[in-house]
């Protein structure tokens, strides 16, 4: 107990020779704001801080809101996550703009991640971002999928014949103007209402990306069988994330599919499956076509 007592008798005088650095709340992102009063300043990490000895009391939603981790506990660590960013530093697990020389710094999302773009493309912790948000450039065409996706997946796909499980890539890159044909088409066959939740607008997809796959199995069945569990289960230790997940329609904009996984590379693949969030809400960002 004395231990703790030090550690927050030292943290509390830290804070308190900080100047009042605040970082403004947008309306959406409410993320750490401890004291809920629109701002992120060391005051909410202090609140963080004794929230996690049992000093303060945060209710449900404040306590979700300062889970930087998701380890679903506020804990100092967390707690110093946003004294970091109420100072400026940002958050210590944010990837940046790392090996991007050319990266222009355009602001922040609502969980505090630094948002970059670079020749029309939107970069967040270094990922590559394609939603109903964030748009690609017609003239961005790998002509295919990256390697280090396509490697990725091979890798996977042996694994999981291993196992038993035969998976296959079923849609792998789309140019801009066979997404667009492929958006006609469910336009066509379906209805506008449907073809928005089922299919991007050319420049919005993943697939144009080079590091979005489809999935399908021997049956060509995936949703619900054995191949789409194994794939769920096992795919965040290969890069990959599943990108539209059950229950998330209104935070990714498209209707559950559990064939189609995004590459991410391990790092983040790993943080965002256990998280249990999707894409949107672990990074704090809509998709939404404006």
């Known amino acids: 107990m004395k231990k703790i007592s030090r550690i927050f008798v030292f943290f509390s005088v830290f804070v308190g020779f900080i100047l009042c650095f605040a970082l403004s709340v947008s309306a959406a992102g409410v993320f750490a704001d401890a004291d809920a009063d629109g701002v992120l300043t060391s005051a909410d990490a202090r609140i963080a801080l004794r929230a996690s000895v049992g000093l303060e009391y945060l209710d449900a939603a404040r306590s979700q809101n300062c889970d930087f981790d998701y380890d679903g506990v506020v804990t100092a660590s967390d707690a110093r996550e946003i004294l970091r960013i109420s100072v400026g530093l940002g958050r210590s697990d944010d990837a940046g703009a790392e090996g991007m020389a050319d990266a222009e710094f355009v602001g922040w999302t609502d969980k505090y991640y630094k948002i970059y773009r670079i020749s029309g493309i939107t970069f967040i912790d270094g990922i590559l971002i394609a939603n109903k948000t964030y748009s690609l450039p017609q003239s961005f065409a790998p002509g295919g999928l990256l390697t280090m996706c396509s490697d990725a997946f091979y ?16 849609s792998g890159y789309r140019s801009y103007s066979s ?3 492929v958006y006609d088409s469910y336009v066509e066959s379906y209805g506008y209402a449907y073809a928005e939740a089922q299919a991007a607008r050319a420049g919005y997809s993943e697939h144009q990306s080079g590091l979005a796959i489809d999935l399908t199995n021997d049956t060509g069945v995936f949703t619900g069988s054995a191949q789409a569990r194994w794939v769920a289960q096992n795919c965040a230790d290969y890069g990959f994330i599943l990108r539209y997940p059950e229950g998330k329609t209104d935070k990714t904009g498209y209707n559950y599919e559990a064939w189609h996984i995004r590459y991410v590379g391990t790092r983040v693949a790993q943080k965002i499956t256990a998280s249990g969030l999707c894409l949107e809400e672990y990074y704090g960002i809509t998709s939404v076509y404006e």
Do not use: D, L
Not at 155 to 170: D, P, V
């Open 179 to 181: 997404q667009q044909s």
């Open 155 to 170: 890798t996977m796909q042996a694994q999981a014949s291993a196992e038993g499980m035969n998976i296959y890539i079923n």
